[in-house]
């Protein structure tokens, strides 16, 4: 019976993965070795293959195949028996433990990254070894590979950490040249410029996360391979003021499956990378030159602009300069937002975090992050909130630019800019989500005519842009509240050569730009992840209260009124609309008896560390005053809600309540 090409190399994979999972190798190894041992004597003859054959039969190594061999038939899902798969969306973490089968279609290319441990991690150099059950810090291991987005497990931090990990990545050919479902060949893999993205992050005992490295690996060596399989040394390098200190290293093995009939030579593949980086570096130098005649054209229309924040280029995590159009793409969030302010109720729950300055001076570290090591790390400056937002809002159709300025007391600040089609301008704070309506204050007009008080905290911009468009500000003041955003008229803004930011900025223009990762979707179950936080928050209460000699009775009747509060909270937070107020207070005067006080007080997180939210609680005078309520009949309720976004971001509604009989 004759199989179809596509079930015979499914059936030589299955035989492949189980030989892997019974070490195989191994085993023949060592009989190998036992066999030509025994073989030295004064008349030993060549080892053929009957004879090592015999060596496996006797030793039982066949049998012990063959045994733990099963075939079943399986009944095809609809999934299977439908149409081939298409390239990942994105990639949903579900924080299984166990391994769970993948279907691995035969018609199609994968390639199966393999990190076999790490080393020279010197920073963890004295690390002790963790105690079992203990607290520790942890290194995971992020990747990002053509729209595919994978997490390895957390480890914990040492000199060599255990990251043992195994990735499979689908190679599929571009979509647009409708083979997108055809098996990428040789040629075409060799012309995928797209490196696998690494980012490792730290997480210290306190969930504080921390970016260790980003790497950008060109996984094509593989295609040389003539077993298509090969095993090498990645040097992590530090980020930021530490970009030229090595981190650490990984040890990575790639595999191509199933094995290419046809490898390349090690010259192709080093002309192909050499063409590129040339490419790259002449379009580099060619935006460069524009950039600085520019320059040069801003300067002349008045000298003060010299002043003015118009930032063409800035620093990466890796301290490589890019324009700053390159930071902004159009960036769709499928089914994981909804509105543009679910978008910017997202972006403003990732923690504001300056990038960390070794010793002093006061100066800021200048570093804005690929949007996939801010994701990753779930925390960036003003730069990374903004330029996020700016791509989801241009994802959800709006003519959305990054303002590059300063707020009160001169600070630099970045902010987020709407036009309306009626000519309405609307500032987007990224890192609250906050909306401010912009009217401009006309200079011109008689002093005794009503001018618009200013609404929003910014101070002054020094230009704007987005992923095609830069422009700089040359009206005669850099005043937010003076300034009139009429982007077509030349007198009051310089643009920039849209063709010359194409050429730089635009997907796929140049191979030093970073891919752009889909938005990954919440793996935490919302309700889950609230009981836990509020039985931790009881515990935290009863025991506090215990040490002031006070006893603690819990309400769960009050505790549950409590959350519709909450659900208004967040629903007002994410649409400006407040609603749902006059029930909770009705529901509130029921569940109080006459004679009776109630007091209670809400507080929102980023996070969910039960003993660090407790700590802030405690310092506002409110919360102590229902923690540790005393008087007559004193029933106390606490209420959490965790409500869940892309990322694993999370907003935190915490309230405390406590009602009691007034004594006079």
């Given at each position: 019976?004759?199989?179809?090409?596509?079930?015979?190399?499914?059936?030589?994979?299955?035989?492949?993965?189980?030989?892997?999972?019974?070490?195989?190798?191994?085993?023949?190894?060592?009989?190998?070795?036992?066999?030509?041992?025994?073989?030295?004597?004064?008349?030993?003859?060549?080892?053929?293959?009957?004879?090592?054959l015999h060596a496996l039969q006797r030793r039982g190594i066949i049998d012990d195949v063959m045994k733990d061999l099963h075939f079943t038939q399986e009944?095809?899902?609809?999934?299977?028996?439908?149409?081939?798969?298409?390239?990942?969306?994105?990639?949903?973490?579900?924080?299984?433990?166990?391994?769970?089968?993948?279907?691995?279609?035969?018609?199609?290319?994968?390639?199966?990254?393999?990190?076999?441990?790490?080393?020279?991690?010197?920073?963890?150099?004295?690390?002790?070894?963790?105690?079992?059950?203990?607290?520790?810090?942890?290194?995971?291991?992020?990747?990002?590979?053509?729209?595919?987005?994978?997490?390895?497990?957390?480890?914990?931090?040492?000199?060599?950490?255990?990251?043992?990990?195994?990735?499979?990545?689908?190679?599929?050919?571009?979509?647009?040249?409708?083979?997108?479902?055809?098996?990428?060949?040789?040629?075409?893999?060799?012309?995928?410029?797209?490196?696998?993205?690494?980012?490792?992050?730290?997480?210290?005992?306190?969930?504080?996360?921390?970016?260790?490295?980003?790497?950008?690996?060109?996984?094509?060596?593989?295609?040389?391979?003539?077993?298509?399989?090969?095993?090498?040394?990645?040097?992590?390098?530090?980020?930021?003021?530490?970009?030229?200190?090595?981190?650490?290293?990984?040890?990575?093995?790639?595999?191509?499956?199933?094995?290419?009939?046809?490898?390349?030579?090690?010259?192709?593949?080093?002309?192909?990378?050499?063409?590129?980086?040339?490419?790259?570096?002449?379009?580099?130098?060619?935006?460069?030159?524009?950039?600085?005649?520019?320059?040069?054209?801003?300067?002349?229309?008045?000298?003060?602009?010299?002043?003015?924040?118009?930032?063409?280029?800035?620093?990466?995590?890796?301290?490589?300069?890019?324009?700053?159009?390159?930071?902004?793409?159009?960036?769709?969030?499928?089914?994981?937002?909804?509105?543009?302010?679910?978008?910017?109720?997202?972006?403003?729950?990732?923690?504001?975090?300056?990038?960390?300055?070794?010793?002093?001076?006061?100066?800021?570290?200048?570093?804005?992050?690929?949007?996939?090591?801010?994701?990753?790390?779930?925390?960036?400056?003003?730069?990374?909130?903004?330029?996020?937002?700016?791509?989801?809002?241009?994802?959800?159709?709006?003519?959305?630019?990054?303002?590059?300025?300063?707020?009160?007391?001169?600070?630099?600040?970045?902010?987020?800019?709407?036009?309306?089609?009626?000519?309405?301008?609307?500032?987007?704070?990224?890192?609250?989500?906050?909306?401010?309506?912009?009217?401009?204050?006309?200079?011109?007009?008689?002093?005794?005519?009503?001018?618009?008080?200013?609404?929003?905290?910014?101070?002054?911009?020094?230009?704007?842009?987005?992923?095609?468009?830069?422009?700089?500000?040359?009206?005669?003041?850099?005043?937010?509240?003076?300034?009139?955003?009429?982007?077509?008229?030349?007198?009051?803004?310089?643009?920039?050569?849209?063709?010359?930011?194409?050429?730089?900025?635009?997907?796929?223009?140049?191979?030093?730009?970073?891919?752009?990762?889909?938005?990954?979707?919440?793996?935490?179950?919302?309700?889950?992840?609230?009981?836990?936080?509020?039985?931790?928050?009881?515990?935290?209460?009863?025991?506090?209260?215990?040490?002031?000699?006070?006893?603690?009775?819990?309400?769960?009747?009050?505790?549950?009124?409590?959350?519709?509060?909450?659900?208004?909270?967040?629903?007002?937070?994410?649409?400006?609309?407040?609603?749902?107020?006059?029930?909770?207070?009705?529901?509130?005067?029921?569940?109080?008896?006459?004679?009776?006080?109630?007091?209670?007080?809400?507080?929102?997180?980023?996070?969910?560390?039960?003993?660090?939210?407790?700590?802030?609680?405690?310092?506002?005078?409110?919360?102590?005053?229902?923690?540790?309520?005393?008087?007559?009949?004193?029933?106390?309720?606490?209420?959490?809600?965790?409500?869940?976004?892309?990322?694993?971001?999370?907003?935190?509604?915490?309230?405390?309540?406590?009602?009691?009989?007034?004594?006079?």
């Amino acid at each position: 019976m004759s199989l179809p090409p596509e079930k015979a190399s499914e059936l030589k994979q299955i035989i492949h993965n189980h030989l892997l999972k019974m070490d195989i190798h191994g085993k023949i190894r060592e009989v190998l070795a036992e066999t030509v041992r025994d073989d030295r004597g004064p008349a030993h003859r060549a080892l053929s293959e009957v004879d090592f054959l015999h060596a496996l039969q006797r030793r039982g190594i066949i049998d012990d195949v063959m045994k733990d061999l099963h075939f079943t038939q399986e009944v095809p899902t609809d999934a299977e028996t439908g149409s081939p798969p298409k390239p990942a969306a994105h990639f949903v973490d579900k924080n299984i433990t166990q391994l769970k089968k993948t279907n691995i279609d035969p018609s199609r290319r994968y390639l199966y990254l393999q990190v076999l441990g790490g080393k020279a991690f010197l920073e963890h150099l004295q690390e002790p070894e963790p105690l079992p059950g203990q607290v520790c810090s942890t290194f995971t291991l992020y990747l990002h590979f053509r729209n595919q987005r994978f997490r390895s497990k957390p480890v914990p931090c040492a000199c060599e950490p255990d990251l043992k990990e195994g990735f499979l990545l689908e190679i599929h050919r571009d979509g647009s040249t409708g083979e997108g479902s055809k098996m990428a060949d040789t040629t075409t893999m060799l012309s995928l410029c797209d490196p696998i993205h690494l980012v490792l992050i730290k997480t210290d005992t306190s969930s504080e996360t921390a970016l260790v490295s980003s790497y950008f690996l060109d996984w094509r060596t593989v295609l040389s391979s003539p077993s298509g399989k090969t095993c090498f040394a990645v040097e992590l390098m530090g980020v930021g003021s530490e970009c030229k200190v090595p981190a650490g290293v990984l040890t990575v093995s790639m595999e191509l499956y199933p094995p290419l009939t046809e490898t390349l030579s090690t010259d192709i593949i080093s002309t192909q990378q050499s063409l590129e980086r040339q490419r790259t570096a002449e379009k580099e130098r060619l935006f460069l030159v524009y950039a600085k005649q520019w320059w040069r054209e801003f300067l002349e229309i008045r000298p003060s602009h010299q002043s003015k924040m118009v930032k063409i280029f800035a620093q990466d995590e890796n301290g490589v300069n890019r324009p700053v159009c390159s930071y902004v793409r159009v960036l769709r969030a499928g089914r994981l937002l909804e509105s543009p302010r679910q978008a910017a109720r997202f972006v403003s729950l990732l923690a504001q975090e300056k990038a960390p300055v070794v010793g002093g001076g006061g100066g800021k570290q200048e570093q804005w992050c690929t949007l996939m090591a801010f994701l990753c790390r779930g925390k960036g400056d003003c730069e990374d909130h903004a330029t996020l937002l700016c791509s989801l809002l241009l994802g959800f159709g709006l003519d959305a630019y990054v303002c590059v300025g300063t707020k009160a007391k001169v600070t630099p600040h970045t902010w987020v800019l709407t036009r309306g089609t009626d000519g309405s301008i609307t500032f987007w704070e990224s890192l609250t989500a906050h909306r401010y309506l912009h009217q401009a204050i006309d200079p011109d007009a008689p002093p005794l005519a009503p001018q618009p008080k200013p609404s929003s905290p910014y101070r002054t911009v020094g230009c704007v842009f987005n992923h095609q468009t830069f422009l700089a500000n040359c009206q005669p003041t850099d005043a937010v509240e003076l300034c009139v955003f009429d982007f077509q008229n030349q007198s009051r803004w310089k643009a920039m050569s849209e063709e010359a930011l194409k050429s730089v900025c635009a997907p796929g223009s140049t191979t030093s730009l970073p891919p752009l990762p889909p938005l990954c979707a919440p793996s935490l179950d919302p309700a889950a992840a609230s009981n836990q936080l509020e039985l931790e928050m009881r515990y935290l209460v009863s025991e506090h209260r215990k040490d002031l000699e006070l006893a603690t009775v819990w309400d769960d009747h009050l505790s549950y009124l409590l959350s519709s509060a909450l659900a208004a909270y967040e629903l007002e937070r994410c649409t400006g609309v407040s609603c749902g107020n006059e029930e909770f207070q009705d529901a509130v005067r029921r569940a109080v008896p006459d004679g009776h006080t109630f007091k209670g007080f809400p507080i929102h997180f980023l996070h969910r560390n039960a003993r660090r939210a407790f700590a802030t609680c405690l310092r506002s005078p409110f919360c102590d005053e229902i923690v540790c309520c005393r008087g007559d009949h004193v029933r106390l309720a606490v209420r959490v809600r965790v409500f869940v976004y892309p990322e694993n971001a999370c907003a935190v509604w915490l309230m405390f309540a406590c009602k009691y009989r007034s004594v006079l």
